[in-house]
């Protein structure tokens, strides 16, 4: 077991039961997934090649090409990537978590928190300076042109009437 992972279960699990009177564990939002993007309107191949190997770094596992949907695509017949995609579960999310929360966002330059949520079982926001995670740096020229991740996280909830 990851070692957030770890403390969520044992720290903060019990700090939310406690502080919103919730009779058992199995009623609080978990962590269910993390699906972060990168890309643009670009569909330079060099670009698209960037952001993917952006991914799997940040990530740590492979991401899968995003195309551009056939509404949006030129009179070429072959469709054009446009970005990268990856959905974290399980260990690598809880990863995910802790290079965020510890080494990502304390170097983000004027950092001024993130928003409320506006849906309970989802929650969203870009981090526009790609290089606040640690293992890009040394990459720069080679990623100096991707453009801001977006992050999506993912809860489960148990209770019908959190769901609505």
């Known amino acids: 077991m990851n070692t957030f992972e ?3 279960y044992e720290v903060v ?5 406690l502080s919103e009177n919730i009779s058992t564990a199995s009623l609080l939002p978990a962590p269910k997934k993390v699906a972060i993007c990168l ?17 799997n770094i940040i990530g ?16 070429s017949g072959s469709r054009e990537g ?13 990863l995910f978590f802790y290079k965020l929360l510890f080494h990502a966002l304390p170097r983000v330059r004027q950092f001024e928190g993130l928003q409320a949520t506006a849906h309970e079982n ?15 740096v040394p990459l720069f020229p080679y990623f100096e042109e ?3 991740l977006q992050c999506q996280f993912y809860f489960t909830t148990k209770d019908i009437s959190e769901a609505h």
Do not use: W
């Open 6 to 8: 770890k403390h969520y």
């Open 13 to 17: 699990q019990k700090d939310l039961i």
């Open 39 to 55: 890309g643009g309107e670009s569909s330079d191949e060099n670009y698209v090649v960037a952001c993917l190997g952006a991914l």
């Open 60 to 75: 740590g596992q492979k991401p899968y090409l995003i195309q551009r949907p056939p509404s949006q695509q030129r009179n």
């Open 82 to 94: 446009v970005g990268g995609k990856v959905t974290l579960r399980r260990a690598t999310m809880y």
């Open 122 to 136: 989802i929650y969203c926001f870009v981090l526009k300076d790609l290089f606040s995670f640690e293992e890009l």
């Open 146 to 148: 991707v453009g801001s």
